[in-house]
């Protein structure tokens, strides 16, 4: 989940003007509750038209509903996971999100899981606690090949 304060909010008039229709916050919270992604955008000047230069989504189903709408290879996913005691807190690039249908109490039906880079399958959400059971898994991003 994305928080944030009143006071965080981008003060200055001229850079709220530019940014419409978006709200500039100069500062957001998230928590790990549920997996939450950065979308960068290639940059690229006749694309870039007023997108911001990046978008944090939380949940692995809003990063399927926006990436449906990205031209394919014109950014790249990033998962933002906190940190332990063994390990800082990290920005990955996600290899591949997996969706499997009926795995669990999930409102949707739906567990999703993913795999960075440097590491093995995981699921999006803390909820989830074991690897995927015997229903299939379905490929739904493998790193800007989508």
């Known amino acids: 989940m ?7 909010a981008e003060a200055n008039a001229f850079r709220k003007a530019i940014a419409q229709p978006y709200v500039p916050w100069r500062c957001v919270g998230w928590t790990d509750e549920v997996m939450t ?23 692995p189903e809003m990063l399927v509903s ?21 390990s800082p807190a990290a920005l990955l690039r ?24 440097e590491d093995e399958v995981r699921p999006c959400s803390r909820v989830q606690q074991f690897l995927p059971n015997h229903a299939p898994l379905e490929l739904v991003y493998a790193g800007g090949r989508n």
Not at 2 to 8: G, I, M, P, V
Not at 40 to 51: P, T
Not at 103 to 114: K, L, P, Q, S
């Open 2 to 8: 994305l928080f944030t304060d009143a006071t965080w």
């Open 37 to 59: 992604f950065w979308i960068f955008q290639v940059h690229d000047s006749n694309l870039r038209g007023s997108l911001p230069d990046g978008l944090l989504v939380v949940g």
């Open 94 to 117: 996600l290899a591949e999100l997996w969706c499997q249908k009926g795995a669990g109490a999930n409102t949707t039906g739906r567990e999703y899981w993913y795999r960075t880079e």
């Open 66 to 86: 926006v990436i449906d709408q990205l031209s394919p290879n014109s950014f790249s996913v990033y998962v933002m996971r906190s940190g332990t005691q063994e």
